[in-house]
């Protein structure tokens, strides 16, 4: 079965650094991936998407990489700040691309610290 | 502004109790879903629906129900046979099924069974 895989220890790095999380899948490639930030008590909000075809993508501090070959695609924060501390998603779609269900793995909380 | 309304934000249940939980958008979205979030978990597909009067169970459906009368509207029954009811819950939506866009998620609701 399809399964996304997120590191779940708390990664905890220091204001201004680059924060670097890692998501795993399993099975075929999906089309694509997609990464969400979650706040406490509160519902996903969504970030990037990255096709398959797509080695990387950025928007603003944020950079999304896709590779294929390690079935894994990285997060990087750079310059990070303690407002980036939050839980950060990542998940592919389940199935046949078209049917918009997503598999979401089980999150990776950042803390920046100031 | 347009989004997606979930409510109650808290919610009590004794056990044996049904309970209906509200999920409105007007975004203008096609697609609708639910997600169960358990601490440690990646959210879990409870239902999913594509159009009106029309859904299908996710991963997780059994001890669920709902129904999709108007395009604007999904509630979500958590019925007596759910074994483990508590747990936060989530709605979303998207754009129109098939495309691999984002999913915009309500606030949650939390549920407890006392």
């Known amino acids: 079965s399809q399964k996304i895989e997120q590191n779940s220890e708390a990664l905890n790095i220091q204001e201004g650094k680059t924060a670097t999380l890692t998501c795993n899948y399993t099975n075929y490639s999906p089309a694509y991936l997609q990464w969400y930030r979650q706040d406490p008590g509160r519902g996903p909000v969504f970030l990037l998407l990255i096709r398959e075809n797509e080695k990387e993508k950025r928007k603003e501090r944020l950079k999304v990489t896709f590779d294929t070959t390690l079935k894994q695609s990285l997060f990087h924060i750079t310059a990070s700040q303690p407002a980036d501390s939050a839980t950060y998603l990542c998940?592919?779609?389940?199935?046949?691309?078209?049917?918009?269900?997503?598999?979401f793995g089980q999150g990776t909380t950042l803390q920046v610290k100031p | 502004d347009g989004g997606i309304t979930q409510s109650p934000k808290y919610l009590f249940r004794k056990e044996g109790q049904n309970v209906t939980l509200s999920c409105e958008q007007n975004?203008?979205?096609?697609?609708m879903y639910w997600y169960r979030q358990d601490p440690g978990q990646g959210l879990r597909l409870i239902y999913y629906s594509q159009i009106v009067n029309d859904f299908q169970k996710g991963d997780i459906a059994e001890g669920y129900s709902v129904s999709r009368e108007k395009k604007e509207s999904f509630p979500l029954t958590v019925t007596s046979a759910q074994k483990n009811p508590t747990a936060f819950y989530l709605c979303a939506s998207s754009l129109r099924q098939g495309a691999p866009g984002e999913l915009f998620f309500g606030e949650g609701s939390r549920l407890t069974v006392l």
């Open positions: 998940a592919r779609p389940s199935g046949s691309s078209n049917t918009g269900k997503l598999i």
């Open positions: 975004l203008n979205h096609d697609a």
